[in-house]
């Protein structure tokens, strides 16, 4: 093994994902010694590579095509026929991934980041081994995110039976696009491949669409992706997928209780079931790092088990979003560096980039129920707004819930379009912990759809005023 001792970091960050990279840049801008290990030939991690932003790349190409074809018309714009030409749309998602990726390698060259390629694995809390060469280190930052979770006895070909990151990069459109999940994935990629000419079967083992999210919200969501002739099996669960034949797939389900068998036809099968933490070979097990049973490395402020071993992102318990794996990475660096490293995890957003968005920070009426915390509720539909009917975009609603004493903001859901942006100034609100009065009295541009997040403000004590 080839021992390269002139090497002695302050940090090594094993994973160049939004975790890793941000925790390094981060370390490199507080003056700290910093290396990041990433086996991946190119940085940025699941969410540049095969998440976050090849999929938005999709998804707003496609929403921009179903505009064109349905909605156009209505605002009095005629063209000619509108296509679509797949293998462009895929150029120009990979050009935007490529563009990304690159951007994480200028800024390591700028904060100076050694970028270490190859595969990290722990030897002791000061010893990394990437691809044989040993590197030494005063403290270690795992961010080595997660990976797509599967089915006993489902194999996943990236071909017919596909992972989010098949279903990233189809060569055609299928005709029958069966879909096991109907959480953020499901919903998005369902989306992309629905408005391609796809019919979109989702099969979801619950009876409702995105555990988690607010009641009211999977309601209506569930409305419109049906409105949208997305079709949905809910309360079903897939037993088996029978792909003997050439072509064509047939997917064996039955009633989550059991019972009730039906087999569904596809032409393709996309498994989005959640995804797992990734430490495979990591070498925990040799250096005493705890996991959950569920195998998410445990922390306390980033730190592990082991003193000097940090953890940071997917790998670690909570939600698998790209911000918090920043924000995360972040507060690990500026803890190293003795400063107070924190993220309030009260106020994560969490945004589905279908039409119409969907968008949620805090906690939701049954949080709220379930913890016998007294609440107030106010809610403005987009119908209402000027800007949105404006836009020919009235589908969905803001609700604000705030506490029923102190009128703190506890938890805002919105389903509509640009919801994603809207979130940011309830975020921003939240953080400073504000009521739901301050949002109520602060002047909002008109006509702009953010006036339907103060009037769903103005609704907490009743005196909304807009139509
Ligand atoms: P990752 O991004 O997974 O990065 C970990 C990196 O570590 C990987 O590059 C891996 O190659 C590397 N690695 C692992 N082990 C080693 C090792 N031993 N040595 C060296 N390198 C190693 N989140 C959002 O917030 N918004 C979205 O819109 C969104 N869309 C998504 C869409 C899809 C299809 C998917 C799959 C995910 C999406 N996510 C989204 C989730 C988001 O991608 C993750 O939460 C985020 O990437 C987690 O960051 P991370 O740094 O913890 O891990
Ligand atoms: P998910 O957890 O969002 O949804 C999985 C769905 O599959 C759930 O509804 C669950 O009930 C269902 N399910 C589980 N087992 C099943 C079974 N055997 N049969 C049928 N249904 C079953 O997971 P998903 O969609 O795979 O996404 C993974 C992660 O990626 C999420 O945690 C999410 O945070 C992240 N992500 C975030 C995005 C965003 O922020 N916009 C976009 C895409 C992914």
Redesign the pocket.
């Known amino acids: 093994m080839e021992c390269s001792m002139a090497e002695t970091y302050d940090i090594l960050v ?7 990279y941000n925790c390094a840049i981060r370390a490199g801008q507080l003056g700290l010694k910093v290396g990041c ?4 030939k190119t940085l ?4 540049l ?4 932003i090849p ?2 790349a999709l998804l707003h190409a496609t929403e921009m095509l179903e505009t064109a074809e349905k909605h156009f018309d209505g605002m009095g714009i005629t063209t000619g026929k509108i296509g679509f030409d797949l293998g462009k749309m895929m150029a120009a998602k990979e050009k935007t991934v490529s563009g990304l990726t690159d951007g994480i390698k200028y800024l390591f060259k700028k904060n100076k980041v050694d970028h270490i390629e ?4 722990i030897i002791d809390a000061q010893t990394v081994d990437v691809d044989g060469k040993t590197y030494k280190t005063k403290n270690i930052v795992i ?4 990976e ?1 979770a599967t089915l006993p006895g489902i194999e996943i070909d990236e071909t017919r039976i596909v992972s ?2 098949g279903a ?1 990069e189809l060569k055609e459109v299928p005709k029958k696009l069966l879909v096991i999940g109907g959480g ?2 499901g919903l ?2 369902g989306s992309v491949w629905r408005r391609l000419g796809a019919e979109v079967t989702v099969v979801e083992y619950l009876d409702h669409i995105m555990p988690g999210m607010d009641g009211e919200v999977q309601k209506q969501a569930l409305r419109i992706f049906k409105k949208q002739k997305m079709k949905f099996e809910l309360g079903r669960k897939v037993t088996g997928i029978d792909n003997s034949k050439k072509s064509g797939l047939k997917v064996q389900t039955e009633a989550s209780a059991g019972g009730s068998p039906k087999d569904i036809d596809a032409d393709v099968v996309l498994v989005c079931i959640g ?1 797992r933490p ?1 430490t ?3 070498g925990l097990d040799g250096v005493g790092v705890a996991t959950d049973k569920r195998g998410f490395i445990e922390t306390d402020h980033y730190k592990t088990s082991v003193p000097g071993i940090f953890a ?4 670690t318990v909570g939600p ?6 920043e924000d995360e ?1 972040v507060a690990a660096a500026e803890i190293i560096a003795g400063k107070a490293g924190h993220v309030n995890y009260d106020v994560i957003p969490g ?1 589905v ?1 279908t039409a119409p968005e969907i968008a949620s920070v805090g906690k939701t009426e049954e949080d709220l129920k379930a913890a016998g915390v007294p609440y107030k509720k106010g809610k403005f539909p987009f119908s209402a707004n000027s800007r949105a009917r404006a836009n020919h975009a009235t589908d969905g609603f803001v609700k604000i819930l705030a506490h029923a004493e102190t009128d703190e903001i506890l938890g805002v859901h919105m389903i509509g379009a640009h919801v994603g942006d809207l979130i940011a100034e309830v975020c921003v609100a939240m953080e400073f912990r504000a009521a739901s009065e301050d949002i109520a009295r602060t002047c909002h541009a008109h006509p702009t759809i953010t006036e339907a997040v103060r009037q769903a403000a103005m609704d907490v004590e009743g005196w909304t005023m807009q139509m």
């Open positions: 094993i994973g160049g994902g939004p975790g890793g290990i990433e086996t991946r940025g991690g699941t969410c590579n095969v998440g976050c999929s938005k190859g595969f990290g694995k961010a080595t995110g997660s797509v989010s990151t990233l953020v994935i998005e990629l995804r990734f495979d070979n990591l940071v992102g997917d790998c698998m979003l790209a911000h918090k794996a990475g945004v980039y």
